[in-house]
Each structure stands twice: as C-alpha cells, then as structure tokens.
C-alpha cells in the first residue's frame, strides 16, 4: 500500500499511552537500539551535523542523536502535546529544537546533513509525497534515514498467528486502533520510489525480524540480549529482513 482515505494520525491525547506502548516495551527499546546502531555508522558520512527528525515525537531519538556526537537536531511533529513533553523532557539540551508542525507544511528554513523520518509513513493518507518533501530538505550529499512499518511482514505475521479471515479481509477493521499503523508500506515499493529520486540506497535493514514472532513472548525480556545479536548478526541478510516488523533504509543524495 502507498496511501489510503484514513487523514493523517494525530497522537494528542495519547502521549502517556505512547510512550508506555511504544518505549516502555521491548519490542520499541529493540527497534529504537537497531534504528541507532544503523544511522551512528553512517553519522561520519554525512557532510555535516545539521539534523532534522521529521515526526520526531518525543524527542527520545533526537536526544540519542546528540549523544553520539556534535550533532544539532531539529525535532517537528504534528502532535503539540507530544511536542511539549519533548521539550520538558530535554529542556536542559541546547543542541534540540521544536517546531509544532505536519511534515506536509512544514517550511524548512534552511537543507539539512541528515533527515530522519522514523515510523511516520504508516501513519500518513499520502506517504511518498512525504518522501518526497524529506528529499528536497537535504543538502547534496545528505543523508535520508527512513524507516516504517512493514506491510509485507504485517501480512506473513497474521499468517504465523492463523488470522486467516483478517488477511482475506484485506487486514482491515472496522474500528482501527489508534496506536496500530493504518497505513503500512511494502519495502519494495519504497525502495523503488527512492531509487527513482535523486538518492543512492546505502543500507537497509529489517528492524525486528525474530522478536515479534517468537512463540514464547517472555523470551522477548528475558532473553532480549541474545535476541538482539541476532538481529544485529542477521538483519541485513536475505532472507530475513524481508520480514522485519519495520524496515531501515538509509540514501545519499547524489544531486
């Protein structure tokens, strides 16, 4: 899927629920560890430090992204009350910044080194016209750090768990859970849309392709070190990060 006729997702009202769902789980603490781990070794790549989170939310990865470095982050978002929890939570960090605004109207004043979109797309009516704003933010030779919620292994998923009737529906519900992506993408729909931008693929990675089908789900906590080795060791081999629960790609811009 590339869009659909759902409007764009809002998570105002759903900041403390956020946040418990999404990192104060292993499942968000895994994808948010193999998120940093891909754009810190490309970090020295980039032609400079200027970044941009684009739907950067509560601020956790653009926090993390001045940790590794001499790095100056600017954090937008659709979600003001998320927004505002993002700047008391690192008020004491001069090198972030917030501005309350959707990707779509956002005016950037000025190219940044490094863009990073990260679990946006999924949320979104129109996700490759977000891509293509986050291309023209970046400076020749930039750096895009996208990553989104897999339709591919949203579909095998439900196969593993027997949800037969779910999938010949067309994965649709009539009452959608807020906190569950409405708009999921297929990496290779993506990736062929990126290479015919002005952007060279330099890495891509499947984020989660053993946790969230692991039969015994205690084994995601108590055994989360081995877990993550080995998605660390096999995340970017074929076959397996066709079915990483989210997919990682990271493209130059070569014009």
Not at 24 to 45: A, P, Y
Not at 89 to 101: E, G, P, W
Not at 247 to 253: E, G, P, S, T, V
Request: a neutral charge; charged letters at 20%; glycine letters at 6%.
């Amino acid at each position: 899927m590339t869009s659909n006729d759902k409007p764009d997702q809002s998570f105002d009202s759903l900041t403390n629920k956020f946040e418990k769902n999404i990192y104060g789980t292993s499942k968000g603490k895994l994808r948010h560890e193999l998120l940093l781990h891909g754009v810190s070794r490309h970090l020295s790549d980039a032609p400079g430090k200027q970044v941009l989170d684009a739907g950067g939310g509560t601020g956790i990865f653009a926090q993390a992204l001045t940790e590794l470095g001499d790095v100056s982050v600017t954090v937008i978002d659709t979600s003001a009350e998320i927004l505002e929890r993002a700047r008391q939570q690192y008020a004491h960090n001069d090198a972030l910044s917030f501005i309350h605004s959707p990707i779509q109207s956002f005016e950037a004043p000025q190219q940044y080194d490094i863009v990073v979109c990260h679990a946006v797309l999924e949320w979104l009516q129109q996700p490759l016209c977000a891509i293509d704003k986050l291309v023209s933010w970046l400076k020749p030779g930039g750096l895009l750090s996208l990553s989104f919620f897999n339709q591919d292994a949203k579909l095998f998923a439900n196969a593993v768990y027997g949800n037969f009737d779910y999938i010949f529906a067309g994965m649709q519900v009539k009452n959608q859970v807020r906190l569950n992506p409405q708009n999921p993408q297929s990496p290779k729909v993506i990736l062929q849309h990126l290479q015919d931008s002005p952007l060279e693929i330099v890495y891509q990675r499947g984020i989660r392709c053993f946790h969230d089908y692991l039969r015994d789900k205690t084994q995601q906590q108590r055994d989360y070190d081995k877990l993550k080795q080995l998605e660390l060791q096999y995340g970017e081999q074929h076959p397996y990060l066709w079915l990483g629960k989210y997919f990682h790609i990271i493209a130059r811009r070569v014009e």
